[in-house]
């Protein structure tokens, strides 16, 4: 028995049966390459779900979570650290926002960026029945108020009724929106380009509808940049894209690099009717270990030139997946923003999955029958051609 089959073997004995996990067990990365137990390597198109931005071994990244490590992990947020003060106030100049709450994950962040805006909400006027619309088919996380405002109802189903108050619209369909707005509305919440769900960016129009809505009404805008965010699709934020911006943000996965970390943030307008102390807290949220993290990503983001970087190298991406689409006929289309790319098949993916790994190549679905690339943001041409001859392979 090889030594990755032991460890599977262990693992599906001790863990709760909550993944169906792919066979294979990694242990160590380097640059955009991953490396099993079993001494095998593979070109990394999936950053771990869209969270390994800088690749695997950033020097500098490493040393910082090091010395960190030496200083001082964790405090609590009854006192100040120097890193999430750091942190807080680049993470503020990047995203254009005022404010940041650091929590531990992207469903902690929807989770404050809901509770910021109903309290927004009852400041103004004292209520419990607000309402929020959400996006079918929009993904937000797995807590319960993050799950409530998930516009899939398979993963809803087992966990009604959820948060209550909540109404679905269609994504890229203002009208649809517009329908659902009453004078309980206090926000509509939405990812800036939606990833779960398929990997359908927002389209301009939409967006900035959107926000023209919530002006006219004093609604507030909040957008999910958990995975389409830090500089995946060739901007700081997605929605620096399209001229707008939003009230309450939410953001994580490339936010740490690997270290378990997120944010939402507002704007100081949004702020001043906001949470106040004692409406939300967390034991761990923005501890040193994690906001060092936060700091270094930023640092390096702006050393290595990473969102220019995706900007730049977007075009060719998009041509590679191009010429794969007219060369293999399984696949519908490809689509996406930056290095947030979708290929859908005329067939479910998950057997290509298996097939890719076999071949030396990470690649996730983001529905039945879409191939999702979100690989890390240091890729390079060598790696775009590599990535897209193993999948010409796998998928002819
Ligand atoms: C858009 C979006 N929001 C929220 C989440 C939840 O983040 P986390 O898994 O860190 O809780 C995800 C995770 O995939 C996501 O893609």
Known sequence: MSTSQQYMEKGDKNFLHTYNRYPVVFERGEGMYLYDTDGNKYLDAAAGIAVFALGYGNKEYNDALKNQIDKIIHTSNLYYNVPSVEAAEKLNKVSGMDRVFFTNSG???????IKSALKYAYTKKPASDYEIIAMEHSFHGRSMGALSVTGNAHYREAFGPG?????FAKYNDLESVKALVNEKTCAVIMETVQGEGGIYPGKK??????RKLCDEKDILLILDEVQCGMGRTGSMFAFQQYGIKPDIMATAKALGCGVPVGAFLMTERVAEKSLVPGDHGSTYGGNPLATAAVLEVLNQYEKLGIVEHVKNLTPYLEEKLEKLASEVPCIKETRGAGFMRAIELDRPVGDTVDKAREAGLIVITAGANILRLVPPLIMEKEHIDEMCDILKKVLS
């Open 107 to 113: 469903t902690e962040a929807i989770e404050g960026a």
């Open 163 to 167: 948060i209550g108050n909540i109404k």
């Open 205 to 210: 129009e939409f967006i900035e509808g959107v």
